[in-house]
Nanobody, 120 residues
């Protein structure tokens, strides 16, 4: 089963920037959407951003607009989430997944997440 593994998390100070990577364990369908999610302690997992297979369409949660940028390589498999002006409330485990349905739903192929901690 394909899994999408997120990496690049770190502990940073407020205002810092960080870029996360999403790498599938094997080739995913070229037509798949790629999405980023996060889960803070005691909270439900929430959608962060999504991107279409050809990077022509992106969608962001309100809290991510203007601060986060989602991208993926031209070949379509590896993706990135660049986060700027990080805030303590961005602290969470970040995951990536793929969807055959829509940019904001139907996500599957969850893999290991990566911890992002924002603290002064």
């Amino acid at each position: 089963q394909v899994q999408l593994v997120a990496s690049g998390g770190s502990s940073v100070r407020p205002g810092a920037s960080l870029t996360l990577s999403c790498t599938p364990s094997s080739v995913i369908f070229k037509s798949s959407f790629m999405g980023w999610f996060r889960q803070a302690p005691g909270m439900e997992r929430e959608f962060v951003a999504g991107i279409s297979w050809n990077a022509a369409s992106t969608y962001y949660a309100d809290f991510a607009l203007g601060r986060f940028t989602v991208d993926r390589e031209e070949a379509g498999n590896r993706g990135y989430l660049t986060m700027n002006d990080l805030k303590p409330e961005d602290t969470a485990v970040y995951f990536c997944a793929s969807s055959q349905m829509a940019i904001t739903s139907g996500y599957e192929n969850w893999g290991q997440g990566t911890q992002v901690t924002v603290s002064s």
